[in-house]
């Protein structure tokens, strides 16, 4: 492919490093990033945060007993709950603390759990209580009665990931980090002077420093400076969301059984739902995100193994997410290595609990900068903090009179079933929130019972006019992906 053709002509930006991907790793990294004396950039492909495997997944904050001994991810997840929960005070976030139970569903289960125990506490961690089965029912008491003991880990949390890309992102630009989505990488070439081009479909990026982070595209990154040996294997995991009238079903993360084909959990949402999953697939498809009869039908019968009372007619919504793994490694460890083949060049392939070890990913990969030549001089000015907006929803009686009074458009409620308002929405779009999806992801409109069924249209009115554009030309995603085809009686 001539990659020279589809780049804007003219157009050449120079920069100190350049961070490709902005899921929850690539923003938590450009975040860190943001607290140094230098110019950076963030880009992705998609036209908001958070947009790829980011928000396709269960979204639980860990403890290292999913890691084995010695490796880089169980180093890297440790003390992730205190971590998240400091930046969400920062970045103004929820972060909600939920307890997992991790379940022996025979006595011949036990020895999976004391194996669990050991590995997490190899790793430093600390919390681990194997309880019976009297003191499970006590905690969950919808649970199955085939549960004869579990592993309980206290201090864990949940977070919804596609809010936090966006935050970090904000708090990255208000620090000096250029952001550039609807962005696709097309190639890297080095220039004569030792540094990179990066061509892109909407300009040219002169940069001494490149991170990749794009996640499931990142061995196709790696190629482009030559960096061959770097394969992904992929797989499909869909998952079940539950309406918020069953939530009382389930107080903690849940597991049972693991394999290849399957991770059987069901767990709190941040903002009050219950989430189901997960079943997997095989698949060569990053693309593939739809969501298979037969694959919901296991992740219900897995469900239903853990918490019988769960019902497929509470379920509100479905998707899937593709989880990469590399080849790298050995028990399917992280791969967080200099390009073998393009000095300052760094690549991060996480794999699963990337969301868990995001934090450490991003000290980790200005540390490998830093070796590398990268000049990090801190910035005195930097601003740890990032202010949200108001939420009508969680506000307290007294406080929504108070926006209303303000700010009349906070009392006029757009999604019922999440009671968001106009001014949530308006303000939303004003800080970059361009398509339907975005807006869903960072003020939850469209996310309730109905799934957009009411509040779509009213949404999709607001975007045009907060954009400028006719409300044809909105869309869910980004790209060609328009809602309407017209306007009637146009």
């Known amino acids: 492919m001539n990659s020279d053709v589809l780049v804007q002509d003219g157009y050449l930006e120079e920069y100190d490093?350049?961070?490709?991907?902005?899921?929850?790793?690539?923003?938590?990294?450009?975040?860190?990033?943001?607290?140094?004396?230098?110019?950076?950039?963030?880009?992705?492909?998609?036209?908001?945060?958070?947009?790829?495997?980011?928000?396709?997944?269960?979204?639980?904050?860990?403890?290292?007993?999913?890691?084995?001994?010695?490796?880089?991810k169980g180093k890297l997840c440790l003390d992730a709950p205190e971590r998240f929960k400091r930046l969400a005070d920062q970045l103004d976030v929820t972060y909600k603390e939920v307890d997992e139970l991790w379940l022996a569903l025979d006595p011949?289960?036990?020895?999976?759990?004391?194996?669990?125990?050991?590995?997490?506490?190899?790793?430093?961690?600390?919390?681990y209580e194997i309880i019976d089965a009297k003191k499970i029912r006590e905690l969950e008491p919808h649970v199955t009665e085939k549960a004869v003991a579990a592993l309980y880990i206290r201090g864990l949390g949940v977070i919804h990931p596609a809010e936090w890309s966006f935050a970090l992102t904000e708090n990255a630009v208000q620090n000096n980090i250029e952001p550039h989505f609807d962005t696709s990488v097309l190639n890297i070439q080095k220039t004569e002077k030792g540094k990179y081009r990066v061509l892109t479909s909407k300009g040219s990026f002169n940069t001494n420093f490149i991170v990749n982070a794009a996640g499931l595209f990142a061995d196709e990154i790696a190629w482009m400076v030559q960096d061959h040996h770097i394969r992904l294997t992929l797989k499909k995991g869909s998952v079940a969301i539950f309406d918020k009238s069953v939530s009382h079903l389930v107080r903690h993360m849940i597991f049972g059984t693991f394999s290849e084909s399957h991770s059987q959990n069901v767990a709190p949402t941040a903002h009050g739902n219950l989430i189901l999953g997960i079943h997997y697939t095989k698949t060569e498809n990053k693309n593939d995100t739809s969501v298979e009869r037969e694959g919901l039908g296991k992740i219900i019968k897995l469900g239903k193994e853990l918490v019988p009372e769960l019902s497929e007619r509470d379920i509100i919504t479905t998707f899937s997410g593709i989880m990469a793994a590399n080849t790298m490694t050995n028990n399917g460890d992280f791969y967080i290595q200099p390009s073998e083949h393009a000095p300052g060049v760094i690549h991060v392939i996480a794999g699963a609990p990337g969301l868990t070890a995001a934090p450490g990913i991003a000290e980790l990969v200005v540390g490998m900068l830093a070796d590398a030549g990268m000049d990090v001089k801190e910035i005195k000015e930097f601003n740890e903090k990032r202010r949200g907006w108001p939420r009508f929803s969680t506000a307290r009686l007294d406080k929504q009179k108070e926006m209303i009074t303000q700010n009349p458009k906070y009392g006029h409620i757009i999604c019922r079933c999440e009671k968001v308002s106009e001014g949530e929405i308006t303000k939303a779009i004003h800080?970059?929130?361009?398509?339907?999806?975005?807006?869903?992801?960072?003020?939850?409109?469209?996310?309730?019972?109905?799934?957009g069924g009411v509040c779509e249209p009213m949404v999709l009115g607001l975007l045009s006019k907060g954009l400028g554009i006719p409300i044809e030309k909105v869309t869910k995603k980004g790209k060609e992906s328009f809602v309407t085809e017209g306007v009637m009686g146009k």
């Open 431 to 451: 800080r970059g929130a361009s398509t339907l999806d975005a807006v869903k992801h960072v003020t939850r409109a469209g996310m309730g019972r109905c799934q």
């Open 108 to 127: 011949s289960q036990i020895a999976n759990l004391e194996a669990a125990k050991e590995r997490g506490e190899g790793h430093g961690a600390t919390g």
């Open 17 to 72: 490093v350049v961070v490709i991907g902005a899921g929850i790793i690539g923003s938590m990294i450009a975040r860190e990033l943001s607290r140094f004396q230098i110019r950076g950039a963030l880009i992705d492909k998609e036209p908001f945060p958070g947009f790829g495997v980011t928000k396709s997944g269960m979204a639980q904050i860990h403890s290292t007993d999913f890691c084995p001994p010695g490796t880089l």
